[in-house]
């Protein structure tokens, strides 16, 4: 893959949502093409280590956890939940070596709002901050956590997040749009952190979705946050939705969307079960544009980015190539956005 076009390496990406990795238990996965054993040990603290061995490249996955220590299943080579090699059963006495300097290397993690986040690189403290959802606490889980596998790279799955023209195209269903409803959007947008916000504005009136809310005026703002996290939050009177979609690289040709859904709406809970099949089936609208996609991209054309509605995603090449370089000559990032008023059609 092109360098250029690489995730980036020093970011936080979603791992899963907090309730699927159990007390006691460990999970295997794929991120950014390299194998994270997920885990939770005795005290509830999640951890992330590489899932190799660092004797035979065993999978540690495969091996026994006690909630304290993984116990490899080749050799019998044990780890604690740092990484760091506790016990090596072949040895015999007088064969003296320092455990200490055995390791699976070890993968930063933090649990925010239901969800479990893994830091690739180095310096966790100088990336881009997993985003805080406003009116929020950081202990509450989401209503909703889905997760689709998409057949893309990084980039276009990354750019379909933030694209505006799509939606009456790939998004046509009863419950959301009809496709014909077109409308001239105006939206003002400002830079943010290691990103960009379209600012706080009137919800959209052509989407029948954001009816089931009720409750008078609603004012939505979107921010989109490296290496590709958006979030769009609704505000009904005193009540809030926060819709959180996060993109996570597997590797060079899979990226998985992971979208965690939030509310205080008291009637929306009674809902959720109903509301399943129709966000998934908006998440799988998606997931088939992008599998489509990749029949033309398989030819390398030469890409085209046109007027307002694509300006984002120039933006996000400007935000990444920024990063890379900020990182690289050790200095301070210097977000290339500027504030904008944008028009499109949608």
Not at 55 to 75: K, N, Q, T, V
Not at 162 to 184: I, K, L, Q, T
Not at 219 to 243: K, W, Y
Request: charged share 25%; with cysteine; net charge neutral.
């Amino acid at each position: 893959m092109d360098d250029a076009a690489t995730p980036l390496r020093e970011a936080w990406y979603y791992a899963v949502p907090s309730r699927k990795l159990k007390r006691r238990k460990t999970m295997p996965k794929v991120m950014l093409g390299e194998p994270v054993l997920l885990g939770r040990d005795d005290d509830g603290a999640a951890f992330a280590l590489r899932d190799l061995c660092p004797h035979r490249a065993m999978p540690l996955s495969l091996g026994r956890f006690d909630g304290r220590e993984i116990e490899c299943r080749y050799h019998g080579w044990r780890f604690d939940t740092k990484g760091v090699c506790t016990a090596i059963p072949a040895l015999v006495e007088g064969q003296k070596i320092n455990l200490g300097r055995i390791a699976a290397p070890r993968y930063p993690v933090r649990e925010v709002n239901g969800n479990i986040w893994v830091y690739f690189g180095e310096e966790p403290d100088a990336a881009p901050a997993i985003p805080a959802l406003e009116g929020f606490a950081a202990d509450v889980a989401p209503q909703v956590a889905e997760t689709v596998s998409f057949d893309a790279g990084y980039d276009h799955a990354v750019i379909g997040l933030m694209d505006p023209g799509h939606v009456p195209f790939v998004h046509r269903s009863w419950f959301w749009r009809s496709g014909r409803d077109f409308a001239e959007k105006e939206k003002s947008f400002a830079p943010s952190p290691y990103g960009f916000t379209m600012v706080r504005h009137q919800t959209s009136g052509n989407s029948r979705a954001y009816k089931l809310l009720g409750g008078g005026p609603m004012e939505t703002d979107i921010s989109f946050t490296l290496p590709g996290v958006r979030v769009e939050h609704t505000q009904v009177g005193r009540h809030a939705l926060c819709n959180m979609t996060a993109m996570t690289p597997i590797d060079d040709n899979t990226v998985e969307l992971n979208n965690c859904i939030y509310w205080t709406m008291p009637r929306l809970g009674p809902l959720r079960p109903v509301l399943l099949p129709f966000i998934r089936k908006f998440l799988g609208q998606d997931r088939d544009a992008l599998g489509r996609q990749n029949e033309g991209l398989k030819y390398d054309p030469q890409l085209m980015l046109v007027g307002d509605a694509d300006l984002q995603a120039r933006w996000y090449t400007r935000l990444k190539n920024e990063y890379r370089a900020a990182r690289a000559e050790n200095r301070p990032f210097e977000n290339p956005v500027e504030a904008s008023t944008l028009r499109w059609r949608s």
